[in-house]
């Protein structure tokens, strides 16, 4: 990777903490806009005038939208990466699979953690049973803890990379039922079919959600990058391990025991060389 | 026409293979059998023995057991080609690995279904429970049946090989198996008349589950058994 820190164990380049800087200036403008310059959802009821909307709960959806889009988005590129594992059997592909999951795993949890936060003044619970998108991004999220459950069983990746890569696209199956279920079963959820169309969303407020976008698409590539790096290097540690145990068993023989070992006899040992 | 009757006398002698091991060894009636009975009873002393109750959750506590006393039939489903090197010999055997899983998957879902009849009957006598509509209950048993023999053979090659697989295979199976659980319940609930809701639209949700998970595993069963 051209720029790249050559000390060992650096997974910095000029580029990624270009980027790393820009992702972490972008969450605090972030934060500003969507905890200071931005107002409140109040709502005047037309008939009784009667205030009513989500207050300042509303401002936690400025996070758990764009969140909720980066975490399919890092599931389907696992699920694509997974599909190259398959197909390409590469370790490119497999270090992608892990990454994007892993990634996409932390975001599913915290869009759970902000989704719940959201919920508890406007729906006025923590948690709702009865929700089926809340039941669906709950399943999800154990089915990829599970995913990375088995990609933690053995120190060399390499042994279970198209195993992994299958238990990745039975989980993504999950995927259209997570964003589908509010359409599908209409009464069996509390969350609205789209936040654009509930709220009238205008001005700030639009920009700060298309910011929100481009702020955790940003977070999620530094990340997604830097967990690509370290699995690089750990399939490099176990290669560079694999490889020096070789060179040390060879250097224990002496050369004419490895001929003798590989079937070389001394004519043609002295053929070979000049 | 002869491949796909070659295909299923393969799937036939795998799945009698199994069951005749299970017949001699006689480890789910022995063991996973008692096992589903006394999480049963364990349900009943933790909510108190109160009949209202048992018979209002007797859906939700009778496919629970199931899928507890599954994960143990998987478990020994894949633990019977781990041993004297079974599985290099199926590889080596030219067995299509379609029909070694639909083998397998057979195996498993005709222990299933000892497990639910068996377990319907703890309802009925320790729960107390009464069947409203026996046919939904067969077909949505049935389906849900498929769907975690499927589901559990296919995570059964997947975790079986690896080191942990005791602990792999739970927190691997059961949130695929969460959607089973939820349409069988619901179903179980309607037949059972627990509760008032439309069982026959949830035969549906299972009758993809068991679609899929038998679609998925028969494709990719050649991939996990190959590493």
């Known amino acids: 990777m051209a720029g790249r820190d050559e000390r060992p164990g650096n997974t910095g380049s000029r580029g990624s903490r270009l980027l790393g800087c820009v992702a972490l200036a972008s969450l605090v403008v972030l934060g500003v806009l969507a905890f200071f310059l931005t107002g409140p959802d109040v709502r005047l009821h037309p008939t009784t005038g009667e205030e009513f909307g989500q207050f300042d709960a509303v401002r936690m959806l400025y996070l758990h939208v764009p969140m909720a889009v980066l975490m399919y988005a890092s599931f389907m590129l696992c699920a694509a990466a997974s599909v190259g594992v398959l197909v390409k059997r590469t ?14 795993t932390v975001l599913c949890g915290l869009v759970l953690v902000t989704g719940s936060i959201w919920g508890r003044p406007v729906w006025n619970t923590w948690w709702e049973w009865g929700d089926v998108r809340l039941m669906t991004t709950l399943v999800l999220f154990l089915l990829f803890a599970g995913y990375l459950a088995l990609r933690r069983t053995t120190t060399d990746p390499r042994r279970q990379e198209r195993k992994a890569a299958v238990v990745a696209l039975v989980a993504v ?55 690509f790096r370290v699995g690089w290097l750990e399939r490099a540690a176990i290669d560079h391990a694999v490889g020096s145990a070789i060179a040390e068993r060879r250097s224990e023989t002496s050369a004419d025991e490895l001929d003798a070992a590989i079937g070389v006899t001394d004519e043609q040992a002295g053929e070979a060389s000049p | 026409m002869s491949e796909v009757r070659r295909f299923l006398a393969d799937a036939r002698m795998v799945a009698a293979r199994d069951l005749r091991i299970e017949f001699r060894s006689r480890v789910v009636v022995g063991q996973v059998v008692p096992f589903a009975l006394l999480v049963l009873v364990l349900f009943g002393f933790a909510l108190d023995a109160d009949h209202r109750t048992l018979r209002t959750f007797a859906s939700g506590l009778f496919w629970v057991a199931v899928l507890l006393s599954a994960l143990l039939a998987v478990h020994r489903s894949a633990a019977l080609e781990q041993s004297d090197g079974t599985m290099d010999a199926l590889r080596m055997s030219g067995l299509p690995p379609a ?37 939904l209950l067969v077909v949505a048993g049935l389906l849900a049946g498929v769907a975690v023999a499927a589901a559990g053979t296919l995570y059964g090659a997947l975790a079986s090989g690896l080191g942990v697989r005791e602990t792999l295979l739970p927190i691997l199976l059961l949130p695929v198996l969460a959607p089973v659980l939820i349409g069988a319940t619901r179903a179980f609930d309607d037949a059972l008349g627990a509760v008032a809701v439309d069982g026959w639209a949830w035969t549906g949700l299972l009758a993809v589950a ?18």
């Open chain 2, 99 to 135: 029909a070694l899983f639909i083998g397998k998957a057979t195996a498993v879902f005709v222990q299933l279904v000892l497990l639910e009849v068996v377990l319907l009957g703890g309802l009925l006598v320790l729960y107390g429970v009464q069947v409203v509509d026996p046919a």
């Open chain 1, 173 to 227: 199956l999950d995927i259209p039922l997570v964003n589908r279920s509010v359409a599908w079963w209409e009464n069996r959820t509390l969350h609205q079919r789209s936040t654009l169309e509930e709220l009238k969303i205008q001005d700030l407020t639009l920009f700060t959600l298309m910011f929100g976008f481009l702020t955790f698409g940003l977070v999620v590539w530094w990340l997604t990058l830097q967990r």
């Open chain 2, 210 to 227: 068991a679609l899929i998970a038998t679609v998925v595993g028969a494709l990719a069963h050649g991939v996990l058994i190959e590493d």
């Open chain 1, 91 to 104: 370790p490119w592909w497999d270090v992608m699979a892990h990454s994007t999951a892993e990634v996409g």
